[in-house]
T-cell receptor
Framework: QQQVKQSPQSLIVQKGGISIINCAYE??????FPWYQQFPGKGPALLIA?????SEKKEGRFTISFNKSAKQFSLHIMDSQPGDSATYFC?????????FGTGTRLQVFP | GAVVSQHPSRVICKSGTSVKIECRSL??????MFWYRQFPKQSLMLMAT?????????EQGVEKDKFLINHASLTLSTLTVTSAHPEDSSFYIC??????????????FGSGTRLTVV
């Protein structure tokens, strides 16, 4: 009930391509779904977040798509750049606790 | 924006000694602070949640006597790893929630502390 499943584990994308990372959750009580970017040796930084009353949210090159009925949400990174190479975590929250997905290591090659 | 300062960034200690890690919210008051542990190439695992002035709530399987958490003010929480052993070596990350964040929930993470126990 508390798990957030994330896929793929790793992703290789060419510069300019679209990176897509998917997450699925089980607990329908979750009401906040953020995505975080983490570079080696650093703490995670918030990229973008969505609430379940919205199906899509876009901020710059980053878009979250949210499917409430399927209990799935995804991160799309448009025009991927080498500087986007990092580990990405989805997460879900209710009553303060953030539950993290397993992470996706993204590598963007020039 | 909200900033969380975590110190030290790296610490090496001898087995059997204790280590204290500080987490400060610099420009906001944190109603709640969280402590996570992250092993190499793995996800963040929540260890405990602390609210200012009250005892921390530990996740299942986390030894509260080994990982002492103090949340003495709205801007400072500390994690003390007592009688550290090599298996406690890990990356520890704190997070603070801005009480004024409203709808956005306002979780901000520190930069992490790499603990190595030798």
């Amino acid at each position: 009930q508390q798990q957030v499943k994330q896929s793929p584990q790793s992703l290789i994308v060419q510069k300019g391509g679209i990176s897509i990372i998917n997450c699925a959750y089980e607990n329908t009580a979750f009401d906040y779904f953020p995505w975080y970017q983490q570079f080696p040796g650093k703490g995670p930084a918030l990229l973008i977040a969505i609430r379940p009353d919205v199906s899509e949210k876009k901020e710059g090159r980053f878009t979250i798509s949210f499917n409430k009925s399927a209990k799935q949400f995804s991160l799309h990174i448009m025009d991927s750049q080498p500087g986007d190479s990092a580990t990405y975590f989805c997460a879900a929250s209710k009553y303060d606790k953030l539950i993290f997905g397993t992470g996706t290591r993204l590598q963007v090659f020039p | 924006g909200a900033v969380v300062s975590q110190h030290p960034s790296r610490v090496i200690c001898k087995s059997g000694t204790s280590v204290k890690i500080e987490c400060r919210s610099l420009d906001f008051q944190a109603t709640t602070m969280f402590w996570y542990r992250q092993f190499p190439k793995q996800s963040l695992m929540l260890m405990a949640t602390s609210n200012e002035g009250s005892k921390a709530t530990y996740e299942q399987g986390v030894e509260k006597d080994k990982f002492l958490i103090n949340h003495a003010s709205l801007t400072l929480s500390t994690l003390t790893v007592t009688s550290a052993h090599p298996e406690d070596s890990s990356f520890y990350i704190c997070s603070a929630r801005d009480r004024g964040a409203g709808k956005d929930y306002g979780y901000t993470f520190g930069s992490g502390t790499r603990l190595t126990v030798v």
